[in-house]
């Protein structure tokens, strides 16, 4: 169509959208339809899944759902592994809540997911506790406090601006560290270990980010 009018190239186009022969959206459900991205929650604008940048350690990865288990361990009384399937059919919850890259962008998303407390409820929490230790598929790992899993309703995210997560974004599951750090949430997360080690460092942490990674404080822990 290099030197069709414009006119004829916009018909040709709304042709094809007519007739359903024009490229479709790659967003899913749960259950496999096609989902259409909620851009507008509550009054509240959006930014789109697309609005991310891929940063992450190997790129993005490929998990095989049909053999994939969520992992809970460490300092607990009964550890457990969830399906996806066992995941979805927890209660769920929905929270807009802003990523903050520390390269400097930032997108507001409407996040849904399983709230963390409630998985830890089911495997219960031995005492002395303090640090919920993230562990992901391509080698990840990061920690946050467990008092600020519970003080802060956190969940494990699979469903973004109402579509299930792309591979580039997590899928299957994603942290929503809210006030935190984008390095805090962790994408593709396969293990979570309960853990009486504060000061337990994940990928970025050792390299010298903020441990506690609140947006409000220090980017760098001083040596």
């Given amino acids: 169509m290099k030197n069709a009018k414009p006119y004829a190239v916009a018909a040709l186009l709304g042709m094809l959208l007519f007739s359903g022969c024009a490229p479709k959206s790659n967003l899913r459900n749960t259950d496999g339809t096609q989902a259409i991205e909620v851009r507008n929650y509550q009054g509240e604008k959006l930014d789109s899944v697309n609005d991310f940048r891929e940063n992450s350690i190997k790129g993005p990865q490929e998990v095989n759902i049909s053999s994939y288990q969520l992992g809970i361990e460490g300092l607990v009384e009964s550890p457990k592994n969830f399906s996806y399937e066992e995941l979805l059919?927890?209660?769920?919850?929905?929270?807009?809540?802003?990523?903050?890259?520390?390269?400097?962008?930032?997108?507001?998303?409407?996040w849904e997911g399983v709230k963390l407390e409630d998985l830890l409820a089911e495997t219960g929490i031995k005492p002395g506790a303090n640090t919920v230790i993230f562990r992901a598929y391509d080698g990840y790992s990061t920690s946050l406090p467990l008092q600020y899993i519970k003080d802060n309703d956190i969940m494990l995210a699979y469903k973004m601006n109402n579509a299930t997560l792309l591979p580039q974004r997590g899928f299957p599951l994603q942290l929503v560290a809210e006030d935190k750090w984008g390095y805090k949430w962790i994408k593709w997360v396969t293990s979570i270990e309960l853990s009486d080690n504060s000061s337990f460092k994940g990928f970025w942490e050792r390299q010298g980010y903020s441990n506690n990674g609140d947006l409000k404080g220090p980017m760098f822990d001083r040596r």
């Fill in 89 to 110: 059919s927890c209660p769920s919850q929905q929270k807009v809540t802003t990523l903050h890259c520390v390269e400097g962008w930032a997108t507001k998303i409407l």
